[in-house]
Protein backbone atom coordinates (compact mmCIF):
# COMPACT_ATOMS: atom_id res chain seq x y z
CA UNK A 1 0.00 0.00 0.00
CA UNK A 2 1.31 3.00 -0.83
CA UNK A 3 0.29 6.50 1.13
CA UNK A 4 0.64 10.12 0.18
CA UNK A 5 -0.54 13.15 2.10
CA UNK A 6 0.51 16.70 2.72
CA UNK A 7 2.26 17.46 5.76
CA UNK A 8 2.96 20.70 7.62
CA UNK A 9 5.80 21.85 9.44
CA UNK A 10 5.31 25.22 11.50
CA UNK A 11 2.56 26.00 8.46
CA UNK A 12 5.08 24.66 5.91
CA UNK A 13 3.97 22.54 3.47
CA UNK A 14 5.89 19.38 2.50
CA UNK A 15 4.73 15.86 1.41
CA UNK A 16 5.17 12.52 3.43
CA UNK A 17 5.08 9.39 1.34
CA UNK A 18 4.98 5.62 2.89
CA UNK A 19 5.31 2.67 0.79
CA UNK A 20 4.55 -0.31 2.88
CA UNK A 21 6.88 -3.71 1.90
CA UNK A 22 6.95 -6.99 2.89
CA UNK A 23 8.69 -6.44 6.49
CA UNK A 24 9.78 -2.95 6.22
CA UNK A 25 8.08 0.46 5.32
CA UNK A 26 9.66 3.11 2.81
CA UNK A 27 9.00 6.39 4.37
CA UNK A 28 9.96 9.93 2.72
CA UNK A 29 9.10 13.65 3.35
CA UNK A 30 9.76 15.53 1.04
CA UNK A 31 9.32 19.54 -0.75
CA UNK A 32 10.80 20.69 -4.16
CA UNK A 33 13.82 21.61 -2.43
CA UNK A 34 14.80 17.88 -0.69
CA UNK A 35 14.06 15.33 1.12
CA UNK A 36 14.40 13.03 4.10
CA UNK A 37 13.74 9.18 4.10
CA UNK A 38 13.98 5.97 6.14
CA UNK A 39 17.16 3.67 6.25
CA UNK A 40 16.65 2.78 2.64
CA UNK A 41 18.29 6.06 0.85
CA UNK A 42 21.91 5.26 -0.13
CA UNK A 43 23.87 8.70 0.50
CA UNK A 44 27.23 7.47 -0.39
CA UNK A 45 24.84 6.92 -4.23
CA UNK A 46 23.50 10.45 -4.35
CA UNK A 47 27.10 11.96 -3.35
CA UNK A 48 29.24 9.77 -5.64
CA UNK A 49 27.84 9.06 -8.51
CA UNK A 50 24.61 11.86 -9.23
CA UNK A 51 26.89 14.35 -7.31
CA UNK A 52 26.13 16.37 -10.23
CA UNK A 53 22.06 16.86 -9.69
CA UNK A 54 22.83 18.38 -6.24
CA UNK A 55 20.19 16.30 -4.35
CA UNK A 56 19.36 17.76 -1.08
CA UNK A 57 18.84 14.46 0.37
CA UNK A 58 19.22 12.69 4.44
CA UNK A 59 18.58 9.60 5.92
CA UNK A 60 17.54 8.74 9.66
CA UNK A 61 17.28 4.88 10.58
CA UNK A 62 15.75 2.80 13.07
CA UNK A 63 11.96 4.80 11.91
CA UNK A 64 9.00 2.80 11.07
CA UNK A 65 6.60 5.78 11.12
CA UNK A 66 6.61 9.22 9.83
CA UNK A 67 6.17 10.63 13.03
CA UNK A 68 9.41 8.73 14.23
CA UNK A 69 11.28 9.62 10.68
CA UNK A 70 10.11 13.58 11.96
CA UNK A 71 11.63 13.42 15.19
CA UNK A 72 14.68 11.23 14.23
CA UNK A 73 18.49 12.81 14.16
CA UNK A 74 19.64 11.91 11.37
CA UNK A 75 22.02 9.59 10.46
CA UNK A 76 24.13 10.46 6.87
CA UNK A 77 23.13 13.46 4.82
CA UNK A 78 24.23 14.58 1.07
CA UNK A 79 26.87 16.87 0.22
CA UNK A 80 24.36 19.29 -1.11
CA UNK A 81 22.02 19.24 2.46
CA UNK A 82 25.35 20.08 4.68
CA UNK A 83 25.11 23.09 1.99
CA UNK A 84 21.58 24.07 3.20
CA UNK A 85 22.90 23.92 7.05
CA UNK A 86 21.81 19.79 7.03
CA UNK A 87 24.29 17.50 9.27
CA UNK A 88 24.62 14.27 10.89
CA UNK A 89 22.71 14.50 14.41
CA UNK A 90 20.68 17.24 13.51
CA UNK A 91 16.23 16.43 13.91
CA UNK A 92 14.66 15.82 10.66
CA UNK A 93 11.99 18.55 11.44
CA UNK A 94 14.72 20.93 12.26
CA UNK A 95 16.38 20.41 8.90
CA UNK A 96 12.99 20.05 7.13
CA UNK A 97 12.38 23.66 8.32
CA UNK A 98 15.56 24.87 6.86
CA UNK A 99 14.51 24.12 3.44
CA UNK A 100 11.31 25.26 3.93
CA UNK A 101 9.42 27.48 1.48
Not at 23 to 28: A, G, R, S
Not at 61 to 85: C, F, M, R, S, Y
Not at 95 to 101: H, Q, R, T, Y
Request: charged share 25%; net charge neutral.
Amino acid sequence: MISVKPLMIENHPFTAISVKLPKTNLLIVSNEIGYIMCGALDVDLLNDKLAERKIVAARAIGVKTIEQLLDAPLDKVTNEAENKGWYKGINAKEALLKIAE
